[in-house]
C-alpha cells in the first residue's frame, strides 16, 4: 500500500474510531463525498469494527435543546389552572374578609363631647369621625312641642356658629375642620331653629371637643 494510502487508511480508522477533532472531521467528510477511494477505505473500517457495538444498546441522543433554551431564556415556572385558580380564591376570599371587617368595625372616633346640663337629666354624646359629627340624646327630655334644641360650635373667640336644629332621634353633619377645644352648646329656640342665626334662647348643655 503506498504511502498516501496508508495516510488515508490511518485517517479513515482513525474517523470512524472518532478520534478526529472536530476540524479534521469535517475536512475528512469533505473528501469523502469527493473523494471514492476514502470513501471505501471508511466503509470498510465501519464494517471491521461494526461487531464492536453488538454487544452495546444503541443510545438514543439527549435532547439537550429545551435544557439549553432554559439556560438561555429562563423563564417562570407555569403554574397549573388548579395553582392559579387557589390563589385567585385566596385572594378574593382575603378581599371579601378585608370588605366585611371595614364594614363590621366602626372607624375610630377622632374627636368626642359630653353636652351635660348645669341642672337637670339632660345630656348629649357627640362624636366626630370622617368629618362628619355624629350628636345623640343620651338621656334627660326633648324638647317641647314650643321649642326646638338647636346645636352650636365655638371655636376660640369666634362667634357661635349654628349647626341646625337637633331632632329627637338625634344627626349627623359635615363638620370637617372641627378642632379639639372647640365647645358645642345647646340652646332652646323658638321651632325650627333661631330666626335671627343668633342664639337667643338659653343653653341647656354643653361641652368641649377632644380627641378620642
Do not use: C
Not at 21 to 44: F, H, S, T, W
Not at 87 to 110: C, F, Q
Not at 143 to 165: K, Q, R, T
Amino acid at each position: 500500500m503506498p504511502p498516501e494510502d496508508d495516510e488515508d487508511d490511518l485517517l479513515a480508522a482513525e474517523y470512524v474510531l472518532g478520534a478526529l477533532d472536530a476540524a479534521e472531521r469535517y475536512m475528512v467528510e469533505m473528501r469523502v463525498k469527493n473523494e471514492p477511494a476514502l470513501a471505501a477505505k471508511v466503509a470498510a473500517w465501519e464494517d471491521r469494527l461494526s461487531g464492536l457495538a453488538e454487544d452495546y444498546a444503541p443510545a438514543p441522543l439527549p435532547d439537550l435543546l429545551p435544557k439549553i433554551e432554559a439556560r438561555l431564556f429562563p423563564v417562570g415556572k407555569k403554574r397549573s389552572w388548579w395553582a392559579d385558580l387557589r390563589l385567585w380564591g385566596a385572594v378574593l376570599l382575603a378581599s371579601v374578609a378585608l370588605v366585611a371587617y371595614l364594614a363590621l368595625t366602626p372607624p375610630k372616633p377622632e374627636l368626642t363631647a359630653t353636652l351635660s346640663a348645669d341642672q337637670g337629666a339632660l345630656q348629649f354624646a357627640a362624636v366626630i369621625t370622617g368629618g362628619k359629627l355624629t350628636i345623640t340624646r343620651v338621656s334627660g327630655d326633648v324638647a317641647d312641642p314650643a321649642h326646638s334644641h338647636e346645636l352650636w360650635i365655638i371655636a376660640g373667640n369666634d362667634p357661635p356658629v349654628s349647626l341646625g336644629v337637633i331632632p329627637a332621634e338625634g344627626e349627623t353633619i359635615s363638620l370637617p375642620h372641627a378642632t379639639a377645644g372647640a365647645i358645642l352648646a345647646v340652646t332652646l329656640e323658638p321651632p325650627g331653629g333661631s330666626p335671627t342665626g343668633k342664639a337667643t334662647g338659653p343653653i341647656v348643655a354643653k361641652g368641649e371637643l377632644s380627641k378620642a
